[in-house]
């Protein structure tokens, strides 16, 4: 074993993975484009955007150029009572490509401490306002991230079992695809004419690590709608959905009605540095505009707007809105449709939906869908054995290239899946 693996494997704890019984991990020395370099040799195509954050291709030069030149400025500084052109120009930025009324930007440094803001911005607008609103209602199925507060708002399961009672409750409400939006909905308005409800969060349109489960964007809309009436906060978790997977900017832009609070990071940066973005509207900053010291948002972190990471996320922003980008994005969402009709009524296949760049399928099996399905660990090493990094969800496979990739390797994944199949 290379000495570097033998390294890792005494001082090393890995996300998401057993310290016994787990293959030894790959060691990655370079990446370029779509492909990830092995020590020995390997060129494994990146299909899940490791992780979903990446979205330009590995190792980008203009990102990586950015970073380089605001390096030798400035590499960081602390952003209470400070701030620098970087984060001035993203906040601009982002500002051009959100929703029209998202009105401020607050820094974090990830997907999960962007829901944490998000959460706690929706809590204090009311205890600023001195009114006693305590609950909130999420959709079953959720995942919103692994510290506390995300944790709470997510759906219970082997991640949140052992800190199950330090969570703080919610109003599940059922998933609402299109079998039981009426009955999702009926939940939904009895929960909010309880008349105590704070706020309401989703993922938009696709719960990612709920199994890449969609739904249509008319039901979150008369949810949204609903909630607005009875004074109840909206929070969309773009995390996973945002900077151009689901076909448009945000899976939010599909809404007529616009969520109070947004939660972004992943794609933000490029997929280079670690990231969170909250934004909110004018109504959520008009409960923190005061004299009064005490009703401020009492939050930081250490690192919040590194210099560095907002380089590389308007780096990442210059490539998302140039029009070849936008062009590869429109292709992709076209060749993962098309593929997806391909594998309809497949033998194999007990379901697959796509949505702009994502395209996901639930391989045939006899148990439910679930992470901990056997079916994972035999789809994640046919894959790896090709040289395709597929990460499955359980029993669902599911392909979310960067938009570097070309139509001849999205077809070569695609092509690669089907083949999978044949041996079911």
């Not at 039981?180 to 706020?199: L, N, P, R, W």
């Not at 448009?248 to 599909?254: G, Q």
Request: overall charge negative; some cysteine.
């Amino acid at each position: 074993m290379d000495e570097r693996l033998i390294k890792d494997k005494n001082n090393i704890w890995h996300p998401f993975t057993p310290l016994r019984g787990a293959d030894d991990p790959l060691l990655i020395t370079s990446a370029s484009g779509i492909y990830l370099h092995t020590h020995d040799g390997r060129k494994i195509i990146d299909a899940v955007s490791s992780w979903w954050v990446n979205i330009h291709g590995h190792s980008h030069p203009h990102i990586a150029e950015a970073l380089a030149t605001q390096a030798r400025k400035l590499e960081h500084v602390i952003f209470a009572g400070f701030t620098h052109e970087p984060a001035i120009r993203l906040s601009e930025n982002l500002k051009k490509i959100l929703p029209n009324n998202q009105q401020k930007i607050f820094f974090s440094d990830n997907g999960s401490t962007a829901v944490e803001v998000a959460l706690k911005m929706a809590m204090q607008y009311w205890h600023n306002k001195g009114i006693e609103k305590k609950n909130i209602i999420a959709l079953q199925g959720a995942y919103h991230g692994d510290t506390f507060g995300s944790m709470s708002v997510g759906d219970r399961g082997i991640f949140t079992d052992p800190f199950a009672r330090y969570l703080f409750n919610v109003i599940p409400v059922d998933f609402p695809d299109e079998a039981y939006e009426e009955k999702a909905f009926e939940q939904f308005k009895s929960a909010i004419d309880g008349g105590s409800v704070c706020a309401f969060i989703f993922e938009p349109l696709v719960q990612g690590a709920g199994g890449m489960r969609m739904y249509r964007p008319e039901i979150l809309d008369r949810m949204i709608a609903y909630a607005r009436a009875y004074d109840v906060i909206c929070i969309a978790d773009e995390v996973f959905t945002g900077f151009g997977r689901t076909g448009r900017m945000f899976a939010s832009d599909y809404l007529e009605h616009k969520p109070d609070i947004m939660a972004l990071s992943k794609g933000l940066t490029g997929g280079t540095l670690p990231m969170g973005i909250t934004t909110c509207s004018q109504q959520i900053v008009s409960a923190f505009e005061t004299d009064d010291f005490l009703k401020t948002f009492f939050h930081g972190h250490s690192y919040t707007a590194n210099p560095l990471a907002c380089a590389a996320a308007n780096a990442s922003y210059e490539l998302l809105t140039n029009a070849q980008c936008q062009q590869n994005i429109a292709r992709i969402t076209q060749q993962q449709h098309a593929f997806k009709l391909r594998l309809q009524g497949h033998k194999n296949v007990r379901t697959v939906r796509s949505l702009g760049t994502l395209m996901a399928l639930e391989v045939q099996t006899d148990a439910q869908t679930s992470y901990t399905s056997t079916a994972r660990k035999k789809i994640y090493h046919y894959f790896l054995e090709k040289n395709i990094l597929l990460r499955p969800l359980g029993n669902v496979i599911y392909v979310l290239p960067p938009y570097v990739i070309t139509a001849e390797e999205l077809d070569h994944v695609h092509n690669s899946i089907e083949e999978f199949l044949t041996t079911l």
